[in-house]
């Protein structure tokens, strides 16, 4: 009652096959288990290697075997076992997965209990064994060897009783069966291996070394570099395994690259599209401006837009970018289109003002906080579809909406955030110690930068459960309305104006504050990171200028996913360097610790 027999192919000619392709056995399975000793004569005299005598020797040399195999260099695996003495696996491991290989399910199931393992492991890995033999037995037709195997062999287990009336179904009805027979031997052999791989995953690692386990430990001590590094903001790709990995401040935006004069006041707000290709920006003069982000990286003036007859307060992209929303300070909203620059509709409730805007996440309706504290939903015509009364908003020209469009975020009184379910009127709140002057939401929607009146900024994970995750010092702020973003590669940095006229940068994860970007000459109201470019971030200021930020001598031009780097770079118009007063400058930019 065993598995199929491949009767027209050799026993050893099959095993040979099997090895090379799934480069998992010690040898080759040439039967050489003399060149090494057994892996359990070990565990005494525990050899470590390394300058902190932390890395087991034994260990690493299975680590290294192992990736051999997988990498398919099986002759040099089966050498470095040979010259070192120590086997990828021990010969009664090597015999089960020859066994497993060779569809001889009965003496698998019973060296289970050779290998030493704990008996639920050794029950669990017999299911999962009798399951390949049940299922094979089926494709070969064998209904009645199947239903003895899967009453006398696997219903005994007492395991998964879900997984056995899924089985016992394909007794009961053949028609249901995965399999109908015409499976090859390539085939079968694929599915035994998988079993192989399934087991793998099960059995101890000391047992069977996990499947491509150095591979997984290089991109561990990767990833672990790349979250240490308070300036990383390149792709993990472009990451040597040659050397420990360690940025400069050059990979940040720390340098104008260029000045925008075009507002007649202080600017208040700007924000880019979300494919980066354009930037929006509103001022003290009532103008809204569209910038473009040109393919060399230089920002041209696109068009400017007047009707607002109160200075803009609030800007929000659309989701397809071809759209602005503009809200003046309690007044009108506006939606603009982005190629012609004219004004598609303007949305007004009569005896009341207009404080914030959001689009749906589908773009075919708007949100808008109203000054009586409710928030009305509009569709693109104009027509109101719905509003909700009560605190339900304030005068902050902030409002957000979850991606899945279910939940709006508002600050709807001094100190809390309400995220307000607008179809089922479910209603959770964040509640801070101070009052709440502005925030931001991450380019997922699933975390919330909150600007606090006591000169901090924090961080709550708002899917799901909410979260406090982060808190940021050292921005001034004292009377006016500051603004923050999340940007760079993977949103890995919190950037912010301040009132001391700089721009604040700290790394996310570790929340240490690693540059302060001089510049502009007064309040720095708002800053935008370009969602596309990691390279690039803009600022606004009360000093009536926008800067665009970038890499030094570097001209970020996009292509394919890529940035090419150009040292000939036309669009640096304002170099700002700084005289060192015992801190340490990259580029003429204040480099905090």
């Given at each position: 009652?065993g ?5 027209d192919e050799?026993?050893?000619k099959?095993?040979k096959?099997?090895?090379?392709e ?9 039967g050489?288990?003399s ?6 004569s070990?565990g005494d005299?525990?050899e470590?290697?390394?300058?902190k005598?932390?890395v087991n ?9 192992e990736?051999?195999y997988?990498?398919?260099?099986s ?7 040979e ?24 003496k698998s199931v019973?060296?289970?209990?050779e290998?030493?393992?704990?008996e ?19 494709e070969?037709?064998k ?8 009453r ?10 879900e997984?056995v009336?899924?089985?016992s ?10 399999f ?8 079968r052999l694929?599915?035994r ?23 997984h ?5 990767v ?8 300036f990383?903001?390149c792709?993990?790709?472009?990451m040597?395994l ?10 940040i ?8 004069q075009e507002?007649n006041?202080?600017?208040?707000f ?5 494919n ?14 569209i ?9 041209s ?33 506006r939606?603009?289109?982005?190629v ?18 959001t ?5 075919k ?7 009586d504290?409710?928030?009305?939903m ?19 020209a ?66 799901g459960c ?6 940021y ?5 004292s ?34 504050l ?16 370009n969602?596309a ?11 009536r ?17 890529q ?5 000939n770079?036309?669009n640096?118009?304002n170099?700002?360097s ?11 930019v204040?480099?905090?610790?």
């Amino acid at each position: 009652m065993g598995g199929l027999e491949d009767d027209d192919e050799p026993l050893s000619k099959r095993v040979k096959v099997m090895s090379g392709e799934s480069g998992g056995f010690s040898n080759g399975l040439s039967g050489s288990f003399s060149m090494a000793r057994q892996l359990s004569s070990q565990g005494d005299n525990v050899e470590a290697i390394g300058s902190k005598g932390v890395v087991n020797k034994t260990e690493l040399v299975r680590i290294l075997a192992e990736a051999l195999y997988s990498l398919g260099y099986s002759e040099t695996g089966a050498r470095l076992e040979e010259e070192s003495g120590i086997p990828l696996h021990t010969p009664v491991v090597d015999m089960f997965m020859r066994q497993i290989l060779e569809g001889r399910w009965d003496k698998s199931v019973s060296m289970l209990h050779e290998i030493g393992l704990d008996e639920t492991i050794i029950k669990s890995a017999s299911f999962i064994i009798l399951e390949q033999k049940f299922f094979e037995l089926m494709e070969g037709e064998k209904i009645i060897d199947a239903w003895k195997t899967l009453r006398t062999e696997i219903v005994p287990l007492s395991i998964n009783d879900e997984r056995v009336r899924v089985l016992s179904s394909f007794i009961i009805s053949p028609s249901r069966s995965l399999f109908d027979g015409s499976f090859s031997k390539e085939s079968r052999l694929g599915s035994r291996k998988k079993l192989l791989e399934e087991l793998r995953k099960l059995l101890p690692p000391a047992v069977m070394i996990p499947e491509k386990r150095l591979v997984h430990l290089v991109e561990l001590a990767v990833l672990l570099q790349k979250d240490a590094c308070k300036f990383h903001n390149c792709e993990v790709g472009k990451m040597s395994l040659l050397t420990d990995h360690k940025c400069g401040c050059d990979h940040i935006p720390c340098q104008t690259l260029q000045i925008l004069q075009e507002h007649n006041d202080e600017v208040w707000f700007l924000q880019f599209s979300h494919n980066g290709k354009y930037l929006a920006s509103s001022s003290g003069d009532c103008l809204v401006i569209i910038w473009e982000v040109m393919a060399d990286g230089h920002v041209s003036l696109k068009h400017k837009l007047s009707g607002h007859k109160k200075p803009v307060s609030c800007i929000s992209w659309s989701p397809d970018n071809n759209q602005l929303l503009t809200c003046g300070v309690e007044e009108a909203i506006r939606r603009w289109d982005i190629v012609s620059g004219e004004c598609l509709h303007t949305y007004e409730k009569r005896g009341l003002g207009l404080v914030s805007c959001t689009w749906a996440p589908d773009g075919k309706s708007i949100f808008s906080g109203v000054s009586d504290k409710s928030i009305s939903m509009w569709d693109l015509e104009g027509k109101e579809l719905k509003c909700w009364r009560g605190q339900k908003t304030t005068m902050i020209a902030d409002i957000g909406i979850t991606t899945d469009g279910k939940e709006l975020i508002t600050v709807c009184k001094e100190t809390i955030i309400l995220l307000f379910g607008w179809e089922t009127k479910s209603e959770k709140i964040i509640v801070e110690d101070h009052p709440i002057i502005s925030f931001a939401l991450s380019e997922d929607k699933k975390f919330l930068l909150v600007s606090l009146l006591n000169e901090e900024l924090h961080v709550w994970n708002i899917d799901g459960c909410t979260k406090l995750v982060a808190k940021y010092k050292g921005h001034k702020r004292s009377r006016f309305v500051v603004r923050s973003c999340f940007g760079g590669l993977e949103q890995a940095f919190i950037a912010s104006g301040s009132e001391d006229s700089q721009v604040y940068i700290w790394h996310r994860l570790s929340k240490e504050l690693i540059l302060t970007l001089a510049g502009h000459s007064a309040t720095v109201n708002c800053v935008s990171w370009n969602p596309a470019n990691p390279y690039m971030l803009a600022s606004a200021s009360d000093d009536r200028t926008i800067r665009i930020w970038g890499l030094n001598q570097v001209n970020m031009n996009k292509n394919g996913g890529q940035y090419s780097h150009n040292n000939n770079n036309n669009n640096n118009k304002n170099n700002n360097s700084s005289n060192s007063n015992g801190v340490n400058y990259c580029n003429g930019v204040s480099q905090v610790g």
